[in-house]
C-alpha cells in the first residue's frame, strides 16, 4: 500500500501536471472504484485542479466551487501518468483522468477491488475521512508521545492505526521499529521516556529519509515503481536475509494477509517472536532465540 513517502511523491509529481488544467473528462472502466452517486465525476468536469494533497492515506483533487476527488488506493492500487486519452488497462485498469498534457490512469493488481473514488462538495465534508492521527513529520515528541499512550497496544498496531498515526502502515512501521531498536510486539504501556524519544525519532528520520531518497531517484518522472518492498529497505521484506546492521537473519511474523519483519538481535534481543501459525505447527520445537533456530536448521540440513 503506497504509504505517507510514496504519496508524497506522488503528490510532488502530480502537482506541477495538473494544477492550473481543466479536468477534460473522466473515464471508468470499473463499476467497483466509485463510491459515492452525488455528486457525479462528470460535475468537475470542466472545472480547474487548484490544489492536491493528503489526508491519511487518500489522495485529494481539488475543483473549483469546492468539488473534490478523494482517491484510496488501497493495497494494490497505484497511479500512471500517460499520454492524452491513453487506453486504460484490459487487465487492472480502474479509470483515467484526462487532461490536456496527459491521462491519470488509476490501476488495481488484485482480485479484491479495494481502491476507492469519492467525489465530494463541500469542505467540511473532507472530515470524513480524517481518522484523526497526527502527521509524523509535523508533531512535536509530547503530541507523538501522547498518540502513542492514547492505547494499550503493541508497537507495531499503534504505529499502523490511522487513528493515532497518519500515513504509517505495514512497511515503514518495520523500518522505523528497526531503526528504533525496538520489538513490534513491545506494549506501548510499557515503554521508557527514552524509548519513546527513540521512537519518535526513528519514526521522524526513516520517513524523512525515504522521501529524500524516492525523491532522487524519482527525479522529473512520474513514479511508476511504488511497491511496499525496496531495496535499502533494512528488515521490510527481507526474511532470511542478513541485517544491514548487525548481520543476524530478519525474522518475520505472519498474519492476516501482512508479514511483520524484525531483527531478532536488534530489537529483541535474541528473542525469536512467535509465528501464529509456525508456531502451532511446530509446537514444543518452535526455537525461541537466534541460537535454537541455528541448530534446528543445522538439525535439518543433517536430516
Known amino acids: 500500500m503506497p504509504e505517507l513517502p510514496d504519496l508524497t511523491i ?4 502530480l502537482k506541477p501536471r495538473l494544477i492550473g488544467l481543466p479536468l477534460l473528462g473522466v473515464r471508468l472502466k470499473s463499476p467497483f472504484l466509485l463510491r459515492t452517486f452525488e455528486p457525479k465525476p462528470a460535475d468537475a468536469q470542466g472545472k480547474i485542479v487548484s490544489d492536491i494533497f493528503r489526508i491519511g492515506k487518500h489522495i485529494i483533487f481539488e475543483f473549483g ?4 476527488f478523494v482517491l484510496h488506493l488501497m493495497i494494490a492500487g497505484r497511479l500512471h501518468w500517460r499520454e492524452p486519452l491513453a487506453k486504460i488497462p484490459p487487465k487492472g485498469g480502474l479509470a483515467a483522468l484526462d487532461f490536456s498534457g496527459g491521462a491519470l490512469v488509476i490501476t488495481e493488481f488484485s482480485s479484491k477491488k479495494r481502491a476507492s473514488l469519492h467525489v465530494i462538495r463541500g469542505r467540511e465534508a473532507l472530515g470524513q475521512f480524517d481518522r484523526g492521527g497526527v502527521e509524523p513529520l509535523q508533531c512535536d515528541f509530547e503530541t507523538f508521545r501522547r498518540a502513542l499512550a492514547g492505547e494499550n497496544h503493541t508497537l507495531k498496531r499503534s504505529l499502523t492505526d490511522p487513528r493515532l498515526f ?3 502502515g505495514n512497511s515503514y512501521s518495520d523500518e522505523i521499529l528497526h531503526r528504533a531498536r525496538l520489538s513490534p510486539l513491545a506494549l506501548t504501556s510499557k515503554l521508557s ?3 519513546s524519544a527513540r521512537l519518535y525519532e526513528a519514526c521522524r528520520s526513516t520517513i524523512t529519509a525515504w522521501i529524500e531518497r524516492l525523491r ?7 513514479p511508476e515503481k511504488v511497491t ?4 535499502g529497505m533494512a528488515v521490510h521484506g527481507r526474511f532470511g536475509k542478513p541485517c544491514p546492521v548487525c548481520g543476524s537473519p530478519v525474522q518475520r511474523i505472519v498474519y492476516a494477509e501482512n508479514e511483520c519483519n524484525y531483527c531478532p538481535s536488534c530489537q529483541t534481543g535474541g528473542k525469536i517472536l512467535a509465528d501464529r501459525a509456525l ?17 534446528m536448521g543445522k538439525k535439518r540440513t543433517k536430516e
Do not use: H, M, Q
Open 216 to 222: 532522487e531517484e524519482t527525479g522529473n518522472r512520474f
Open 65 to 68: 466551487e469546492e468539488l473534490f
Open 193 to 195: 521516556d527514552g524509548e
Open 279 to 295: 508456531s502451532r505447527l511446530l509446537k514444543g520445537e518452535w526455537p525461541r532465540t537466534l541460537e535454537e533456530l541455528e541448530e
Open 228 to 231: 511496499a518492498f525496496r531495496d
Open 166 to 168: 497518519s500515513g504509517i
Open 10 to 13: 506522488y503528490i510532488e509529481c
